[in-house]
């Protein structure tokens, strides 16, 4: 019979709603969970603000004066001119080079696509100690190219272009290892309707891969520049520590520590600190918007 004739009773089960799903995490005791965030917290207090704290509390320990005057020194003054010019040239660098190795890496398929993306990861695995002496041996006065450059008065190690150079070691993978994954993701079909509708290689790049790319772009630039005006080891291999002319901000602080000046050191170490601070602020900065467009994208129905 009908159920929808008149009288006939309804013999349709209701639907009974499914129960939301428990929120993944969510199932351990709750001092379970306050004992991991105390761990967590407590591993950040004792490592990184405790420190932190230190080296402001040092840098001004003996009166703004003598803070100012610190990093108002000459030396600490061509330390800090040392410092941004290195990251002026190298950042740029690694900026061209981390477009074009993640664009052909997720772009592209072509023989020794591995061994590139395997090479772009060696200074993560090298001492960077390592890397500057790799510089020497190669440019260094007895080093392979040693020779030639001192008959044409090049020099290199010791001077501004080897911390540049090492600089540059050091820093090259992180704009390109934020792009690779994101392109990747991303695919190739934009970039192959923008030339089936005629656009060049140019119009494709500024038009469809770069606005799709520039908050990560961005957050690299961001890492790559704090490495950069941050490194010590390899820079301190090739700079020679020579006062005023190649030491930067690392090695400045390293000296003035040595020499017992230890107010002088931590305020120019507190330079570096609040570059970090500032990096970390830019870096949240980055992170909502990329979360925020990802957020409006995943909406568009």
Request: proline share 7%.
């Amino acid at each position: 019979m009908d159920p929808a004739t008149p009288g006939c009773a309804d013999v349709t089960a209701p639907s009974v709603p499914n129960p939301p799903p428990r929120p993944l995490g969510t199932d351990e005791p709750r001092f379970v969970r306050w004992l991991l965030i105390a761990i967590a917290l407590g591993f950040l207090t004792l490592f990184l603000f405790v420190p932190l704290l230190f080296v402001f509390f040092e840098a001004l320990k003996k009166g703004i004066g003598v803070y100012l005057a610190a990093i108002t020194d000459p030396d600490a003054v061509d330390a800090i001119k040392l410092t941004l010019l290195t990251a002026l040239i190298s950042v740029p660098l690694n900026l061209v080079f981390g477009v074009a190795a993640a664009w052909s890496i997720a772009k592209f398929n072509f023989r020794g696509k591995n061994v590139l993306t395997t090479l772009i990861d060696l200074p993560f695995s090298v001492s960077p100690v390592i890397a500057g002496l790799i510089f020497v041996l190669l440019f260094g006065l007895q080093g392979w190219f040693g020779p030639w450059l001192r008959e044409h008065d090049v020099k290199i190690i010791f001077a501004v272009p080897g911390i540049v150079l090492a600089t540059v070691f050091v820093t090259f993978p992180f704009v390109a290892r934020e792009l690779i994954p994101l392109m990747q993701a991303q695919g190739t079909e934009q970039e192959e309707a923008a030339t089936v509708l005629g656009a060049n290689g140019w119009q494709t790049f500024w038009r469809i891969t770069l606005p799709n790319i520039k908050w990560g772009l961005l957050y690299g630039v961001i890492l790559c520049n704090a490495r950069a005006m941050g490194e010590f080891g390899a820079v301190s291999v090739v700079s020679g520590h020579i006062r005023g002319s190649t030491n930067t901000l690392p090695l400045q602080a390293e000296i003035l520590y040595n020499e017992y000046q230890f107010s002088a050191a931590f305020a120019v170490a507190s330079l570096l600190a609040l570059l970090a601070l500032v990096t970390l602020a830019l870096k949240l900065v980055v992170e909502r918007n990329t979360h925020s467009r990802q957020s409006s994208l995943e909406q568009v129905p």
